[in-house]
């Protein structure tokens, strides 16, 4: 089965540092880009981080770039999120998700279309003193 | 950035309802549009790329239009397993990737 596993998560203090980890399993994860997705509690879903498949390109949300790392092992079929300079807003459940990429054809032109097509279960983050 | 912006915010219906969620986007985002339901304590399920193409598994009660800053997602027929709450996803200018606020579908 394709499936994404997140472990990491816990309670910090403020100021402190995590590392999450995704475990890939059932795909070729060297073939996907891929994504952290955060949602704190009752809120709605915020996109934190992605990195491609040669880890040549890595995007972060403003709330978190310059504190967030985020890193892949195509030997261990792990990602990564390094957390640091970690604040109470970044209280959540951490999502990895796969990037999947269709190809659509029109008339002329081919056309790619991205969407996160497989989630781990989550793990969760909380920041408190 | 691009704003993502659902409605409404929560919908009352019943089993056997056609229901309709919009989102609309701050500029236009062709077809680039993606839509996720989630159920409470799971992850987000991916339900639709490019505005109208149903992702591989998901029941063809679900279907998705619309073009540049106007969309839908359309469940003609509300099963039990449908309540959840719903979110459209931006893919058109990243970074960074937008999601709208969500749409919580509840049982009348």
């Known amino acids: 089965d394709v499936q994404l596993v997140e472990s990491g998560g816990n309670l910090v203090q403020p100021g402190g540092s995590l590392r999450l980890s995704c475990a890939a399993s059932g795909f070729t994860f060297s073939n996907y880009s891929m994504h952290w997705v955060r949602q704190a509690p009752g809120k709605g879903l915020e996109w934190v981080s992605y990195?491609?498949?040669?880890?040549?390109?890595?995007y972060y949300a403003d709330s978190v770039k310059g504190r967030f790392t985020i890193s892949r092992d195509s030997a261990t079929n792990s990602l990564y999120l390094q957390m640091n300079s970690l604040r109470a807003e970044d209280t959540a459940v951490y999502y990895c998700?796969?990037?999947?990429?269709?190809?659509?054809?029109?008339?002329?032109?081919?056309?790619?279309?991205?969407?996160?097509?497989?989630w781990g279960q989550g793990t969760t983050v909380t920041v408190s003193s | 950035d691009i704003q993502m912006t659902q409605s409404p915010s929560s919908l009352s219906a019943s089993v056997g309802d056609r229901v309709t969620i919009t989102c609309r986007a701050s500029q236009s985002i062709s077809n680039y549009l993606n839509w996720y339901q989630q159920k409470p304590g799971k992850a987000p399920k991916l339900l639709i790329y490019a505005a109208s193409s149903l992702q591989s598994g998901v029941p063809s009660r679900f279907s998705g239009s619309g073009s540049g800053t106007d969309f839908t997602l359309t469940i003609s027929s509300l099963q039990p397993e449908d309540f959840a709450t719903y979110y459209c996803q931006q893919s058109y200018i990243t970074p960074p990737i937008t999601f709208g606020q969500g749409t919580r579908l509840e049982f009348k």
């Open positions: 990195i491609s498949v040669n880890i040549s390109t890595a």
């Open positions: 998700a796969r990037n999947s990429r269709w190809v659509i054809t029109g008339t002329t032109f081919y056309y790619y279309y991205y969407g996160m097509d497989v």
